[in-house]
């Protein structure tokens, strides 16, 4: 399978502004994903990234380039309830793969 | 309200036993997926299928089975061959075809099986 490679872990503060990478394997791309989980719930998704460059959506923004095989999720003005993790998937030659995900932790 | 409904919402199997989690969707969506997620894993595709009376081997089918008789339902069975079934269970479903590379997933609010 493709390899999905993502931070466990990220703390941050209230307020401030976080980015989360993903690189990914180059062969069979065809999209970029990234996806939020509470604790216990459903992932959610946030972004959709095909073509190289930055989609912006609100507090959040998703980057991709191709050629290097990389993304990442920014996040500005941090809330407590950004607190999850956020999981990186990646669409290659079969069904969607996703990464260990990145557990983001906010605080005061 | 559309969406996906996963029950139960907590599970628990004896040994030796096959249990089924049911997954039903009404978003008319063609294709459903079953996931498992250990902690600090990723979610890994059990099966998932594509039309109704058709479906496909994830990365980790073995011990696990699915039917898919029905559009709106895709219940997956926890068998007694698998013998490390304790995991958060996730059904989602996507508009697209997996192998489009733009199938956003929907995803139920999960069920947690655990074993006794």
């Known amino acids: 399978g493709q390899n999905i490679d993502q931070p466990t872990e990220m703390t941050a503060t209230e307020g401030a502004i976080v980015q989360i990478n993903c690189t990914y394997q180059?062969?069979?791309?065809?999209?970029l994903f990234w996806y939020q989980q509470h604790a216990g719930e459903a992932p959610t998704f946030l972004s959709y990234?095909?073509?190289?460059g930055l989609e912006e959506k609100g507090r959040f923004s998703s980057f991709l380039s191709r050629s290097k095989g990389y993304s990442y999720l920014l996040l500005k003005e941090l809330q407590m309830k950004d607190s999850a993790s956020y999981l990186c998937?990646?669409?290659?030659?079969?069904?969607?793969?996703f990464g260990k995900g990145t557990m983001l932790l906010v605080s005061p | 309200d559309g969406g996906i409904t996963q029950s139960p919402k907590y599970l628990f199997r004896k040994e030796g036993q096959n249990v089924t989690l049911s997954c039903e969707q009404n978003?008319?969506?063609?294709?459903m997926y079953w996931y498992r997620q250990d902690p600090g894993q990723g979610l890994r595709l059990i099966y998932y299928?594509?039309?109704?009376?058709?479906?496909q081997k994830g990365d980790i089918a073995e011990g696990y089975s699915v039917s898919r008789e029905k559009k709106e339902s895709f219940p997956l069975t926890v068998t007694s061959a698998q013998k490390n079934p304790t995991a958060f269970y996730l059904c989602?479903?996507?508009?697209?075809?997996?192998?489009?590379?733009?199938?956003?997933?929907?995803f139920g609010s999960g069920t947690q099986l655990s074993v006794l």
């Open positions: 989602a479903s996507s508009i697209e075809s997996p192998r489009t590379g733009s199938e956003k997933l929907f």
């Open positions: 998937a990646h669409s290659g030659y079969s069904t969607l793969t």
């Open positions: 299928s594509q039309i109704v009376n058709d479906f």
């Open positions: 990234n095909v073509l190289d």
């Open positions: 978003l008319n969506h063609d294709a």
């Open positions: 180059t062969s069979g791309f065809n999209g």
